[in-house]
């Protein structure tokens, strides 16, 4: 449909700007439909209890956007708008055919606001509140599962939807399998907690909450439930909930079921910690690990509290609506009758089923053809199986026949329970069942539908392939056919491109059984970088029927991933016809058809060529293994079967209590937990809309490397709600630049873009949506320069950012390392790289500028780590003093170091037009344009060579380090410099010439990241170690031994290594804990009894320098430091720490604070605020005589103010002893204050075949010194590894030959998720020394002696590459490979499978052609 067509007017009065025009086709088609049909344009349904009606809603506004426009539901956040990470999921009651009653966890980002009607909303804040949590939310606080708390509400939702759906006959049928195994919170991430407290805290709340209701049954799937009201109430103890009040309510703030609409609200107060504590129940908490942990106080769970699905729903009645304006219009059949209808007159509009293709192609493709959308997931006809009833009906089954619109978590539940009923014949469905089980996420499950899924074509669809094998049809409905059958082997025409006309409805998938006494398998199988909701790399679907002899009667081989549509491969099908199954020769045979049936060309669409066709011999190698055990017909090994296994996870943390005082170093939860929980915790896009306020969109370039030759933005200023645009005309040249180290990068690009993503422009508008649409309107022409990429294309170019730093010892200071070199015995050289990674924080970079017109000032709120330089450079582009400004921070969703530089622009910019247009702008980045603007963790690559003694004891190092900076300088250089000075790792280099190189390219800028520099040199240090220990053939953790610091030898920046030195003990004390030497033989055991299965173990030290010299003013961002900051006031001073309150950071009160990062916050703002204290408490002295120690403050504080004391005071601080000077080796200052240290032990598994791998178990042991609050650290432990274990084996950053950011979104750029983290996790720390005599770490003077550790355990996170390195090497020496293992990070499944290079690796190469590259960039490379 062209977009000049004209829509016709819904019903009532629904606005229209736009004169009519003569005979528009969609206005004629459709207006009869609406006058005699659609006759409402009304939305009615429930949010949390309360009954809400919705008259001609904003047609462009999904569930989310309708959710966050309301001022006290601002606890559903938008993390990525595209369904990939649960930060929105909200759950909706909805009740099925009959009286039966089901709660769905979605994502409010994606789902359709028409399909809220006529269903009960629950939000996060109709759980509970600070006051009154809900025991989940309480669980989830209390025992450390939130640290910045943006993904908590979404997390504990799923939860939620789980809990309730659990739900029957008085009894939870629910058990940690199902909170784990099924798949309930795959569609949720966190990148801060490492999700194992919040595994724990739901695992905990089943076992201790719901104890006496549970049943031990596991039920894997939902449960229906009839009439849960009445249930509920039954099971409730006397006298408690709604039954006990004598108003009827029970009255939780979220609302009860029996609260008047105007008895209740849902206030959102600031509650002190010690009002945190709810009347409690004690429990005494076991750790999954069957442990007793520290006992915890709970509220009971009083399931009568929970909102019960509204009265008023049970007899509603559904009726067809339409509403919308001239830009859209929405269609709400009930039948489907009522849609062939639309269908027919206005064949162009689209059916809105779980809207997961769709929402997307409107929001990020901008696509122009959802103008008229039909929502279909609530038709009964399209939606609602039903069951055969009684034996015979099944004994009469031939096929099962899915309705289209049904949600893809129901047919999993359909295929399971009609696959225990049916047995074999019905391994069709056991397949698909497989393949939804891991199809994206259980927030898209609940929603999307096969129909969509199939009609939307993709390539990489998992269920086409599964069934074409089935031999599946799909049945298609027109108004003038009426209903027919298409095989789906037809149905694919061209890449997204099908058979169905434009005016058929799929109304039903069927799926052929097994006729009886048939021999006959169908299976499955998926391959995608993580486990979890992720798109396939290559998906599969097989069938094979034989006769009673064995012989091939039929089969089918389906593969999506190799061809522009699902596809069979057919050479190979003809291949095995009329063969014996079971023969290796027609194994082999298919094999080699296989490889011409796929024969792609190196650089096809899509990337990984080499990959995808050796998984297409790996998984039908798997198929056939199976099958033929299945039919009885041969046996195959379990390893070749069996796919990568995991357990429910367990974990123990040792609880160290470090000191002896009252609060410090006591475990204490996050004092903003409960609020994070419930919604209430404000984040800058959650603060209430101001006055006059407008929102502005980043125009963005589209080009890596150009000269920008025009921009026009007309069409953009005249859509309707365009306020304004701004550009590089808009401030003046020296103030349009800025930078953290050098001012050298422009907040709008003049005449030139030097990168994809670069600001050009901003427009704003009345609303968020308004300005992004008008912002993809502006045109910009370009003309198109030569880009570099990467480090390769940097090196050859010399394109360098100035540096200059080199790290110089031993012989290096003299000018030559030949010397040394010359008298080594073993001389190794290599080069290794490491990839980016993306901070994907939850909440995305925003900002929100109030000018006060009155004097010129401007207060500004942003998600920044980095106040100081936010103020600096408003106040510049502003052109007033810096005092005029004043930056407040009061939490981030996350930040990990990309905040701290990245988010001036985007406080900049705002502040330009507010000031501009004299009015409050806000601006919250969409995950694509945060990942594309903020840049990333350094990729680098480093060039090595290396000299030992003949027991590799190293003797030199000579290096050179290069990091992909991107277009502008930002921190590149202060990385580079924690780089060169990590490179030792814990190991002695008596001689090393360290120099380091800023590639300066057509990319992203990058920037600080979580060990900023650190975790790239270490990695590459323990590549050395590795690639030493091969060569040489010595054990290497035998060798890291041999290469350890000793006290008084020097780093290569010539600090020596004090008596703090702690890795040999660390390595003992965790080998003995986590058995490791007997682990290790377990380890080659394995291995030699599995071929295509191998394990590896590893243990990796590290040590990783804390310094940073200034003053105090940190920032929140889920670490815990405004927790900690309070327990360090209330010892101080005295006091519990509810009596202590820590609003929010602003630059009027802490004038030029330094950046909250480098793991210095306690440090440095714990010490200012304890010479703060002492000297208040040097001005309380005279109190405390006069009324005494114990006095309380209140008292004490009264009686000095009443005698006119000063009781406030500034604190500073500056570490002391530090100093170092790049060059100076005769002299040097140290260059750190202390290091903090840790050891991890990691065991991995490894599916050969696949390339896919699960961590078995993970042992960490940090020395903290002694922690000012334990529980926080553990959570930062735990936090960094898994972010760590991203960095290194997952999170891949891609990029076009055009220089585009591929992986900008949940979609691409896989982040760790909850089946990821070690199955066994277990964290300790430093306690005493190796004759077991306790430390004090009282050579530190830091707070309590404690150490920083927010980045230092992210390093350990390479165990698993490592553990992974081992199991290839296993694998390779299995198939008798001899050559060194080459093998960088990440060690993502492609690179894993590839570096086996077994047989199937070998056939499957793809050589270029001449000139012929790859389809995606690697910019370390
Ligand atoms: C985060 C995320 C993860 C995903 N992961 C996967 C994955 O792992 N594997 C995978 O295969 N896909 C995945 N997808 C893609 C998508 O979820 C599926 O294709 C899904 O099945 C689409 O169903 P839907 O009901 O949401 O379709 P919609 O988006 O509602 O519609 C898609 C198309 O189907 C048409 N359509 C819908 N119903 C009918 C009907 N009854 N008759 C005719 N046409 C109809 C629509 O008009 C539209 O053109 C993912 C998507 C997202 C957003
Ligand atoms: S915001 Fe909806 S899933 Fe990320
Ligand atoms: S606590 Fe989960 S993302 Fe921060």
């Excluded at 209390?142 to 659990?166: D, T, W």
């Excluded at 199986?385 to 099962?400: M, N």
């Excluded at 798109?535 to 002899?549: P, Q, S």
């Excluded at 004891?953 to 900076?965: R, S």
Aim: aromatic residues 8%; glycine residues 8%; contains cysteine.
């Amino acid at each position: 449909m062209a977009a000049a067509d004209v829509l016709p007017s819904p019903p009532v009065a629904a606005v229209s700007c736009s004169q009519p025009v003569p005979a528009p086709s969609a206005a004629e088609a459709l207006t009869p439909l609406i006058q005699s049909t659609y006759r409402t344009s009304e939305l009615r349904f429930f949010v949390n209890g309360r009954r809400v009606c919705v008259p001609n809603p904003d047609p462009e506004w999904v569930l989310l956007d309708w959710i966050r426009a309301q001022d006290n539901l601002k606890g559903t956040k938008l993390g990525c708008g595209e369904g990939g990470c649960g930060a929105c999921t909200v759950v909706l009651q909805t009740r099925e055919k009959g009286r039966r009653l089901r709660h769905i966890a979605v994502n409010a980002c994606l789902f359709p606001l028409i399909g809220v009607d006529g269903k009960s909303l629950i939000t996060i804040e109709g759980l509970g509140t600070v006051s009154h949590p809900h025991p989940l939310q309480e669980r989830v606080a209390k025992m450390h599962g939130s640290q910045c708390g943006f993904c908590s509400p979404g997390i504990i939702l799923s939860i939620y939807g789980l809990v309730r759906n659990a739900y029957r006959d008085g009894k939870f049928r629910l058990s940690a399998s199902d909170i784990e195994m099924q798949g309930h919170l795959d569609g949720n991430l966190c990148r801060c907690t490492g999700y194992k407290p919040i595994l724990e805290a739901a695992k905990t709340f089943i076992v201790e909450d719901l104890k006496g209701n549970l049943v031990e049954e596991p039920a894997s799937y939902p449960i229906m439930v009839d009439d849960v009201a009445d249930k509920l109430l039954q099971i409730a103890p006397k006298g408690s909930g709604c039954r006990a009040s004598s108003t009827g309510s029970c009255g939780r703030l979220g609302g009860c079921c029996r609260d008047s609409p105007t008895s209740s609200s849902s206030s959102a107060s600031e509650t002190s910690p010690s009002s945190q504590q709810s009347s409690a129940t004690r429990a005494t908490s076991a750790s999954s690990s069957g442990k007793e942990t520290l006992p915890r106080d709970f509220a009971p769970y009083d399931p009568t509290a929970e909102l019960i699905f509204p009265p008023a729903l049970w007899g509603y009645q559904q009726h067809p609506i339409c509403y919308g304006d001239e830009r859209k219009i929405w269609f709400k059949p009930t039948s489907l009758e009522q849609l062939i209808q639309l269908k027919d007159a206005w064949p162009f509009a689209q059916i809105i089923g779980g809207a997961s293709e769709t929402q997307i192609e409107v929001r990020f493709k901008k696509s122009d053809k959802y103008r008229v959308c039909i929502y279909a997931s609530d038709i009964d006809e399209l939606s609602c199986f039903d069951e055969p009833q009684g034996d015979e009906e099944y004994l009469a089954l031939s096929k099962v026949s899915i309705p289209g619109n049904m949600s893809l978590s129901k047919v999993e539940e359909i295929c399971v329970t009609l696959l225990s009923r049916l047995g074999s014949r019905a391994s069709a469905l056991e397949a698909l069942a497989k393949q939804l089980r891991y199809f994206a996420g259980r927030q898209i499950r609940n929603v999307a539908s096969l129909a969509g899924n199939l009609a939307t074509a993709s390539p990489i669809s998992d269920a086409a392939p599964a069934l074409v094998a089935a031999g599946s049809t799909v049945t298609i409905r027109t108004k003038k056919e009426g209903s027919y059958d298409l095989p789906l082997s037809d149905f694919f025409v061209k890449y997204r491109t099908t058979r169905l006309p434009a005016n058929g409805v799929i109304t039903h998938i069927n799926i052929p059984l097994s006729p009886r006494e048939t021999l006959e398998v169908t299976k499955a199988y998926k391959q995608a970088k993580r486990k979890d909701d992720d798109i396939a790399i290559v998906t599969a679907g097989f069938r094979v029927r034989i006769d009673k002899d064995g012989i091939v009667q039929q089969a089918i081989f389906a593969f999506g991933g190799m061809a522009p549509t699902t596809t069979v491969a057919a050479k190979t099908q003809h291949v095995v016809q009329g063969k014996r199954w079971s023969d290796g020769t027609t194994r082999e045979s298919a094999i080699s058809a296989l490889l011409e049936d796929f024969d792609l060309p190196f650089s096809a669409p899509g990337g990984m060529v080499h990959y995808r066709k050796a998984l297409t011999l790996s998984l039908f190698f798997r198929f056939w293994n199976e099958s033929v055990t299945e039919l009885g017909i041969a046996q195959s090994s379990h390893d070749s079967v069996s796919e990568i296994h995991r357990e429910i996870s367990t974990g123990t943390r040792d609880h160290f209590v470090a000191s002896g005082t009252k609060v410090v170093g006591r475990e204490m939860p996050h004092l903003s937990a409960l609020k994070h929980c419930t919604g209430e915790a404000e984040y800058v896009d959650d603060m209430p809309q101001q006055k006059n306020e407008l929102h502005c969109a980043l125009v963005l370039s589209t080009k890596a490397h150009a000269r920008i030759l025009a921009v026009d933005w007309s069409a953009a200023l005249d859509m309707p709600g365009v306020v304004g645009y701004l550009d590089k005309d808009s401030v003046s040249r020296e103030n349009n630049n800025w930078g953290p180290i050098r001012v050298d990068e422009p907040l709008f690009a003049v005449d030139e873009v030097h990168s994809h993503g670069q600001t050009i422009g901003l427009v704003y508008a009345e609303s968020a949506l308004r300005a992004q649409a008008a912002a993809a309107k502006v045109r910009v022409t370009y003309e198109a320069l030569p880009v570099i990429l990467t480090i390769d294309q940097a090196i050859k170019a010399r394109s360098y950012f100035e540096h200059g730093k080199q790290l110089k010892k031993g012989a290096a200071i003299q000018g030559s390392l030949d010397g040394i070199f010359a008298k080594c015995k073993h001389i190794i050289e290599g080069r290794t790289k490491l990839g980016g990674q993306e901070h994907f924080y939850l909440e995305t970079n925003a900002a929100l500028a109030i000018p006060h017109i009155e004097d010129g000032t401007m207060e500004l709120y942003a998600s920044t780590q980095n106040l100081a330089e936010n103020q600096v450079f408003v106040a510049q582009v502003l052109g007033v003093p810096m005092s005029h400004v004043n930056m407040r921070v009061k939490r981030l969703g996350g930040a990990y170091g990309g905040k701290e530089s990245r988010s001036t622009p985007i406080a900049c910019l705002v502040a330009i037009a507010a000031k501009k247009e004299r009015r409050p702008m806000r601006m919250m980045l969409n995950r694509d344009e945060d990942i594309m603007t903020s840049g990333q963790r350094h990729p680098m690559q480093c060039k090595w060579k290396i000299g030992t003694d003949a027991n590799g004891v190293i003797q030199c190092l000579d290096v050179d380090i290069y990091n992909n900076a991107g277009y502008s300088l930002d921190m590149s250089g202060a990385v580079m410099d924690r780089a060169c000075t990590h490179i030792d790792n814990c190991y002695h280099i008596p001689h090393a010439w360290i120099r380091g190189w800023l590639c300066k390219t057509n990319t992203v800028s990058n920037t600080a990241f979580r060990g900023f520099g650190g975790p790239q040199a270490m990695y590459f240090a323990e590549s050395f170690m590795s690639a030493i220990a091969e060569s040489l053939r010595i054990d290497i953790d035998e060798l890291r031994v041999r290469n350890l610091y000793k006290q008084g030898e020097l780093t290569p920046f010539l600090q020596p290594i004090d008596i703090d030195f702690h890795i040999p003990t660390m390595l003992e004390q965790l080998s003995a804990s986590a058995d490791y030497e007997n682990r290790k033989k377990d380890v080659k055991t394995f291995n030699s009894k599995n071929r295509y299965r191998k394990r590896g173990i590893c243990k990796i030290p590290t040590k990783f320098g804390l310094s940073i010299l200034l003053h105090h003013g940190g920032t929140e961002m889920g670490q815990g430091l405004y927790t900690k900051m309070c327990q360090v006031a209330a010892e101080e001073l005295g006091v519990s720490v509810d009596q202590i309150f820590n609003k929010d950071s602003q630059t009027d009160q802490v004038a030029n604070p330094s950046p909250t990062a480098a793991s210095s916050g306690s440090d440095l703002n714990g010490m200012a605020v304890k010479n703060a204290c002492e000297q208040l408490n040097g001005r309380l002295a005279p109190y405390r005589k006069q009324f005494g120690q114990d006095a309380p403050m209140s008292v004490i504080a009264h009686a000095a103010y009443q005698d006119r004391v000063n009781l406030a005071a500034n604190g500073f601080w500056k570490m002391p002893r530090i100093g170092y000077k790049w060059g100076n080796y005769k002299d040097p200052l140290p260059m750190y204050y202390y290091f903090t240290q840790g050891v991890a032990i990691t065991e991995v598994e490894l599916d050969v075949l696949t390339g896919d791998h699960t961590v078995l178990r993970t042992d960490i042991m940090m020395d903290v010194g002694r922690s000012i609050n334990p529980s926080i650290d553990y959570g930062q432990i735990e936090g960094a590894f898994v972010q760590g274990q991203g960095l290194f084996t997952m999170e891949e950053s891609l990029w076009t030959r055009q220089g585009e950011l591929f992986t900008r979104g949940p979609g691409t750029y896989k982040i760790p998720g909850f089946s990821d983290i070690p199955q066994i996790f277990n964290v300790s720390m430093l306690r005493h020394d190796s004759d077991g005599i306790a430390l004090n770490w009282k050579h530190l003077r830091s707070i309590q002696s404690s150490k920083g550790v927010g980045e230092p355990p992210l390093f350990l996170g390479s165990t698993v590459f490592f553990a992974l390195r081992e199991a290839v090497k296993a694998a390779r020496e299995m198939n008798g490979m001899e050559e060194p293992l080459v093998l960088d990070a990440p060690g993502t499944p492609e690179k894993l499978r590839l570096a086996i290079d077994d047989e199937f690796v070998k056939r499957a190469s793809v050589t270029p052609k001449d000139g012929e590259a790859n389809f995606f960039v690697r910019i370390e490379e």
